[in-house]
């Protein structure tokens, strides 16, 4: 396939590159000073001609509140996507918004690190614009409660909305194997329009 990559410098989007470029896909990466030049707002003209989209971006974290912008740059990709011709779109989400009991998310209970309590709200808001959207294939991916650079093993659990644990209570994920799962769902195209999240 075609890729067309958002937020390729990143930490997940690097990893999510080299998943790809490995499984034979071509993969445009863009960021504002990589070869491919550009962010979400230029979807539009960036990904014409492209099988997929996939978007890393994560909210700024200049110390503004991060909501608005970010709901900003995921309005211009929804509608860039929708003018390019393209509807497959894969959205590297966060975990804040994964339910840990009936009507109770993540990022709403007192031991969520207050460091990321903003951005995880702003992420929560842009998996509600999503679901609005019905005439695009996209699909949100929240990576477990704990997500860092590790061992790619290919091996891991898919969810829904509510937060994967193991046994011993803890909820993590390779940044390898988010890669893996996020490359599987393209290739796949299992959960249409849906948010799932993968953990161990």
């Known amino acids: 396939m075609k890729i067309l990559l958002f937020g390729a410098t990143g ?5 999510i590159a080299t998943e790809l ?3 034979g896909h071509q993969v445009t990466a863009v960021s504002r000073k990589g070869p491919v030049k550009g962010d979400v707002h230029d979807a539009a003209t960036l990904a014409k001609d492209y099988d997929a989209v996939v978007s890393a971006i994560a909210p700024p974290r200049d110390g503004t509140e ?3 912008p970010f709901l900003d740059a995921n309005r211009a990709l929804i509608e860039g ?8 779109l894969i959205i590297v989400g966060g975990a804040g918004s994964l339910q840990i009991a009936p009507g109770q998310d ?3 209970t007192p031991d969520f690190p207050e460091l990321y309590k903003k951005e995880s709200k702003a992420q929560r808001s842009a ?10 294939d996209w699909t949100y991916i929240s990576p477990a409660a704990e997500i860092a650079p590790g061992e790619r093993t290919g091996v891991y659990r898919i969810g829904g909305d509510t937060l994967l644990a193991d046994r011993e209570g803890r909820s993590f994920i390779s940044a390898e194997d988010y890669a893996v799962a996020v490359a599987d769902e393209l290739e796949n195209g299992a959960h249409p329009r849906k948010r799932i999240t993968v953990a161990y």
């Open 66 to 68: 991060p909501e608005p």
């Open 11 to 15: 930490m997940i989007g690097q990893r």
């Open 127 to 136: 998996l509600g614009l999503y679901r609005e959207v019905e005439d695009l």
């Open 106 to 108: 993540l990022v709403d």
């Open 21 to 23: 470029a490995n499984r």
């Open 81 to 88: 996507v929708r003018a390019a011709g393209v509807r497959r």
